[in-house]
């Protein structure tokens, strides 16, 4: 296994001024397995803790933020090391791209020098800066950016939004990562230039075989594009399966109201489906089941003792109570 | 560049006029004039001396020949320094302004950035607490109670350093660390929200999943941006410290112009206050275009 993610938890100290410190669980123990050269979409709602698992992962949660659980990458151990050596692994064994490329780069800083600082600090002596330069001008070409030497001279302001999340796809890739963690990478972007994106994260998955976890809300965006679909809802995967499993056979009263929310569907039947009632508070979050209070399906024990993880197929693993749906 | 340049120069001279109006106008307004003494000079004189300077024409034939010496580079004669013009007056003041104001400003940068970036990096620790008290402290003090205080430890008790005078790098010790003990305050603060808001950006979080030390997201990273309010403070603070050292040019008895803008208000000697007045206005917009100048220098979505 590449990466194996053990019982993580994520927790936030919450500060609400009247009421003493709370805890925010956003993470309520994960567990899951990526092996190298696999796609794996992670999707829920916001607030399902999909970002801030990988944030806890990456050492970048927020100085209130705390990990628990364990996490190794290729036997080596990732939760809660210091940035000595998660600096060795970030951005060179796995990039990030990130959700919004509006702010996800420096505005003060060019191109060029954003993209090739990435091999200045994963090369250290070897670092050449005219070759780092090439690469980085091949690496734009590669993300189909028009005039890469150009732009390679360019601040962020200057490009448009598609052409800064291609930056930002590039600069992932420099290193030539084993992995690839993309939070929600077309979420701020036009929908034209959502499937082009996509497009452009399957070319590299195919030539490169690089693993690539998409996290996103958009089920249809990743069908294409996955070998399997975890679903999260408040901290915990409530079902995973592949692709067609999701799609087809999904067994989770939550995963079959997202995907009956998907705008497709909508389309058929002429008006916007909405699952009922809101995601819970995470400060405040029911007993039992999460999705209890929202569920077609629910039962006495769902408000009372949580659902054990329940295996349909080979891969394919619900954590639901009833087993008639 | 050049043109906007050219721009705000001129654009800075409907400023300078309106400084000039108001202060021209407000100076007469104040009773007295700068022959009043207690002891009267007999009537002759004072209508000679009135007849001399234009003081008994009404109001906006004086303004009009004001206007028109200005225009001409001449601030005029001092009523109260005799033998000495405005211009010269400046002249000899400044000097030892500006060293004062520029060292300063210096130490209060230096010592300042460092104080608010260690502060931000321990946020809400112990040493950050401790700084940040420090700095309240520090701005809370008016330099009229922190010099005789300083006076007091380095001049008096440990006879250290000269408590008066001026020629000397010791003489500027202490009127230095007054002037700039509540703009390190500041700057300290400033420095402390503006880094801890940056460190938020997710650019910076870019930076840390690029996997990039600690040390290259400060300097590299964060650091514009960080610096950006602190400049946009630097430009009226440096003119606000050149001339604002009134109370500690007259605590240490140092001849700059900060004594001249007190004393001359206090003699009504109208030609120099009005010099004094117009002087600062010309400091203070400079220092606001050189600010500008700088911003476009550090950040690049800025073009003039």
Same mark, same amino acid.
């Given at each position: 296994m590449m990466l194996t993610i053990e019982n993580l938890r994520v927790d936030f100290a919450v500060?609400? $001024?009247?009421?003493?410190k709370q805890t925010l669980q956003a993470v309520r123990g994960v567990s899951l397995e990526l092996d190298q050269g696999e796609t794996v979409a992670i999707v829920g709602e916001s607030g399902s803790g999909k970002s801030q698992l990988f944030n806890a992962l990456m050492g970048l949660? =927020? =100085?209130n933020g705390s990990a628990h659980g364990s996490v190794s990458f290729n036997q080596q151990a990732l939760l809660n090391q210091s940035d000595k050596s998660l600096n060795k692994i970030r951005g060179k064994e796995i990039g990030m791209i990130f959700q919004d490329p509006m702010t996800a780069l420096? %505005?003060?800083?060019?191109i060029g020098k954003q993209l090739t600082e990435v091999l200045e600090v994963h090369e250290g002596?070897?670092?050449?800066k005219e070759s780092a330069k090439r690469r980085a001008i091949e690496m734009l070409d590669r993300v189909k950016i028009k005039d890469p030497e150009q732009r390679f001279n360019s601040?962020?302001?200057?490009?448009?939004g598609g052409m800064r999340q291609r930056v930002v796809i590039a600069m992932a890739l420099l290193c030539k990562p084993k992995l690839i963690i993309a939070d929600?990478?077309?979420?701020?972007?036009?929908v034209t230039v959502q499937t082009e994106i996509i497009r452009l994260l399957k070319d590299i998955y195919r030539q490169e075989k690089t693993s690539i976890v998409l996290i996103t809300h958009d089920l249809p965006l990743v069908a294409g594009l996955c070998d399997r679909i975890i679903v999260m809802y408040a901290g915990k995967i409530v079902e995973t399966g592949t692709v067609d499993e999701i799609f087809y056979?999904?067994?989770h009263p939550y995963t079959q109201a997202l995907l009956a929310a998907t705008p497709t569907n909508t389309e058929k039947s002429g008006k916007m489906l909405a699952i009922d $009632?809101? %995601?819970?508070?995470p400060l405040n979050l029911p007993a039992g089941c999460a999705f209890s209070p929202r569920c077609?399906?629910?039962?006495?024990r769902c408000k009372t003792d949580s659902p054990p993880e329940r295996k349909i197929d080979a891969g394919h693993l619900v954590s639901c109570f009833r087993e008639d749906i | 560049m050049l043109s906007y340049f050219a721009k705000r120069i001129a654009s800075s001279i409907p400023t300078l006029f309106i400084i000039i109006t108001i202060a021209f106008f407000m100076i007469r307004l104040?009773? &007295? &004039? +700068?022959?009043?003494?207690?002891?009267p000079v007999p009537a002759e004189i004072a209508a000679n001396l009135e007849k001399v300077y234009h003081l008994n024409d009404p109001l906006p034939v004086q303004y009009g020949y004001y206007l028109l010496n200005v225009l001409k580079g001449d601030f005029g004669p001092s009523f109260k320094y005799h033998d000495f013009t405005v211009s010269e007056l400046i002249a000899q003041g400044f000097p030892v302004s500006i060293q004062l104001g520029l060292l300063a400003i210096l130490l209060s940068l230096m010592i300042g950035v460092l104080f608010g970036v260690i502060a931000a990096l321990r946020q809400n620790s112990a040493i950050d607490y401790l700084v940040m008290g420090l700095a309240m402290t520090g701005i809370t003090i008016p330099n009229f109670v922190m010099a005789p205080i300083l006076i007091l430890l380095f001049?008096?008790?440990?006879?250290?350093? +000269?408590t008066s005078g001026w020629g000397e790098l010791k003489h500027m010790v202490l009127p230095v660390i007054v002037l700039s003990l509540p703009q390190i305050a500041t700057v300290a603060r400033m420095t402390r929200a503006s880094l801890i808001e940056t460190l938020n950006m997710p650019y910076i979080r870019t930076a840390k999943a690029k996997g990039l030390p600690t040390r290259l997201i400060l300097s590299r990273h964060a650091s514009r941006a960080t610096l950006l309010p602190i400049l946009s403070w630097l430009g009226p603070a440096t003119a606000a410290i050149i001339t604002g050292s009134v109370v500690v040019e007259t605590i240490f008895g140092l001849p700059g112009i900060g004594r001249h803008f007190i004393n001359g208000a206090l003699n009504r000697d109208y030609t120099l206050v009005m010099g004094v007045v117009v002087f600062y206005g010309f400091l203070i917009i400079l220092m606001n275009l050189l600010v500008d100048l700088l911003y476009a220098w550090l950040d690049p979505r800025i073009k003039y």
């Open positions: 500060d609400s $001024g009247i009421q003493r949660l =927020p =100085p420096n %505005p003060y800083l060019r002596a070897n670092f050449n601040y962020p302001h200057e490009l448009s929600e990478p077309t979420t701020a972007l036009d056979e999904a067994k $009632g809101q %995601p819970p508070d077609a399906f629910v039962e006495e | 104040a009773p &007295g &004039g +700068p022959f009043d003494s207690e002891r001049g008096v008790f440990w006879g250290l350093l +000269p």
